[in-house]
DNA sequence: AACTTTGACTTTCTTTGACTATTATACACC
DNA sequence: GGTGTATAATAGTCAAAGAAAGTCAAAGTT
């Protein structure tokens, strides 16, 4: 077996009791024997939002990595919803799609206002025109995914 | 290893009884074992006004570090919060609202969650890193003002 | 070709220490 | 007793060193 799978493996073995583990980079490489960035290899490939996977960590001295798996006990099929989106989203495209997980009741009106919100144009007055919808799109389905 | 956590813990004990905390500097670096610097350093990065603390000093005999919550909840209204929370918002920073306004009950759990989502550094990828704290702070703002 | 492993380089956060600034107190002098 | 001055007791600042984690591309595998 690969050692990206063997770490895989490790670390959602963890995970399984408390939706959560938080890791010591350089110690889990140790562990393993392989230099650090390997697990941020396996965290980039196996432990992705679409998967269900939050993660978060901080450097510097007492630094980690903290990945916490959202419940995804929902749908299955959410990736394929992500695939579809693509990766620019006007306002009007979000309140279609939003509309449409409405009706299919993936959302409730409530999430889906706020997720509105999140992506309007005024929240993302700062961000400057060519790249608003390509950062829309990466907030909506970020949301998306850790939502569904 | 993780000094400064502790410390801010220890204090932040302390501040919650009575929203304020008069520290002699080098007898809390002794407690703590560490230069007294140190002190500083946690309240630069931790005690800040963002986060609704104010800190007053004095030196020489009978000195102290007197560090005073001023309370969210004693806001009057959610303009003096977003008031307080200012054109630029770190992940961390956000974290610390986010407890603050579920302990208040003024968020739930799951929507404080997809606000901590939306306005992560995953969501805002695509916008460059000397915008981005600008960036999640409207969106936040945002979000906030259109929820309570 | 796609996936994995490795390593050099970067960025961020923390700890430490030397040096500086301010305030209180003790003591001398008138 | 008031005034000025030295000394001690604090706290502040800043930069260097240390401790993680992140990035990215080259090399290796399947």
């Given amino acids: 077996m690969k050692l990206s799978d063997l770490i895989e493996e490790y ?7 408390t939706d959560m583990v938080e890791l010591n ?4 490489a140790t562990k393993f024997n392989c230099v650090p960035s390997q697990i941020n290899y396996v965290i980039a490939t196996r432990f992705i939002p679409e998967l ?3 993660v978060e960590s901080r450097r510097g001295g007492g630094g980690y990595i903290r990945i916490i798996k959202t419940d995804l006990s929902k749908s299955e099929n959410i990736s394929d919803i992500i695939d579809k989106i693509g990766n620019k989203l006007s306002q009007s495209v979000v309140d279609v799609y939003l509309r449409e997980f409405i009706s299919y009741n ?5 999430t889906a206002n706020l997720i509105k919100i999140a992506v309007s144009d005024k929240s993302l007055a700062k961000v400057d025109k060519l790249n608003r919808d390509s950062v829309r799109a990466d907030i909506f389905k970020c949301l998306i995914v850790n939502l569904i």
């Fill in 11 to 17: 670390i959602k073995d963890i995970i399984e009791d």
């Fill in 106 to 110: 993936i959302l409730d009106e409530k």
């Fill in 52 to 54: 269900g996977f939050y």
């Fill in 25 to 28: 980079r350089s110690d889990l």
